[in-house]
């Protein structure tokens, strides 16, 4: 098996509080490759407390023959020390379980030590671990791009209400983002659309696909604004549980006259809309139709 974390070097601290007299981790991290791995041994309590105060370590391995290898993690972690931990223990399924149970990465059974063992574990968890942190920072940078975004990204569940908005929807709408979460879509509607964004609704739902349409909607101070709406479902498990929805001002853009052929659901024909900076496509719903998707204001 191959990790590809050995093409990084990997700096562990080692807590060594084995008895001379145990089968110890340190026996088999000397074997380990000094052009993979940097290795930082601390014994006395003053050493650890800097140890785990430092914020330059890929792993801890912490190997206690006294029986306190969870206290010494539960200090590492109420200091700050965010590295993933590995303990050794005795083979005993209640100890391993309640280490795992605590947030320990991995446990390391004293009677099974060997340097390759080791070298498995601690390349597994150190990919594990710079897996996770890559995507937390994509996650992070695509939140910072939905809040930052001109359009109004939102979702709302099935039944209309919303679960989630950016902050160009509270600067738009003019509404706080608590208030937001309070309202039903169709609060945003103005009342004679209502019936087309609810069919639209329906749509993305049959269809699975996005819908799109121009649509006025109204702020909280009561003015109205034009805009390209389009919503798609998000489905967890194969199911549909939100609608995704995302609105851009029409500031310019035209509606052309020109009708182009029906797609396959018959009523729903594709209009061109054009600007001076782009061409988008959208579907224009024409004949009303009685639709549960509405709410009172």
């Known amino acids: 098996m191959r990790f590809r974390s050995k093409k990084l070097m ?13 089968r110890s981790v340190r026996e088999s ?27 330059s370590y890929d792993v801890c391995l912490i190997d206690s023959g006294f029986g306190n290898g969870l206290k010494l993690f539960s200090q590492a972690r109420g200091i700050g020390f965010t590295a993933p ?47 996770i942190a890559l995507r937390v920072e994509r996650e992070c940078r695509y939140l910072s791009l939905l809040d930052n975004s001109e359009a109004v990204i939102y979702t709302h569940d099935l039944e209309g209400r919303f679960t989630s908005i950016n902050s160009a929807g509270e600067r738009i709408f003019g ?23 609810g069919k639209m609704i329906e749509r993305t739902l049959d269809a699975q696909v996005q819908m799109a349409d121009t649509i006025e909607l109204v702020t909280k101070e009561g003015n109205n ?14 199911k549909p549980v939100e609608i995704q929805g995302l609105v851009t001002i029409l500031n310019g853009i035209r509606p052309s006259a020109a009708r182009e052929p029906q797609d396959l659901f018959g009523d ?9 900076t782009e061409t988008q496509f959208i579907y224009s719903f024409d004949s009303p139709v009685n639709h549960p998707f509405q709410a009172n204001t």
Request: charged letters at 30%; proline letters at 2%.
């Open 85 to 131: 931990i590995l303990l050794v223990t005795a083979n005993d399924a209640g100890e391993v379980l309640e280490a795992m149970r605590n947030g320990v990465a991995d446990c390391l059974l004293r009677d099974e030590l060997d340097s390759s063992s080791i070298e498995r574990a601690i390349c597994s968890t150190v990919e594990q671990a710079r897996g």
């Open 29 to 55: 991290l000397a074997v380990l490759r000094k052009n993979n791995f940097r290795l930082d041994r601390v014994r006395s309590y003053r050493e650890i407390l800097k140890g785990f105060r430092s914020r």
């Open 268 to 276: 729903a024909h594709l209009r061109r809309a054009d600007s001076a």
């Open 175 to 197: 509404y706080s983002q608590q208030e937001l979460l309070r309202l039903h879509i169709s609060q945003l509607v103005q009342p004679g659309q209502r019936r087309l964004v």
């Open 10 to 22: 990997i700096t562990i601290l080692l807590v060594d509080h084995a008895t001379e007299n145990s």
């Open 225 to 238: 604004l034009k805009v390209a709406m389009r919503v798609h479902p998000i489905y967890k498990e194969g």
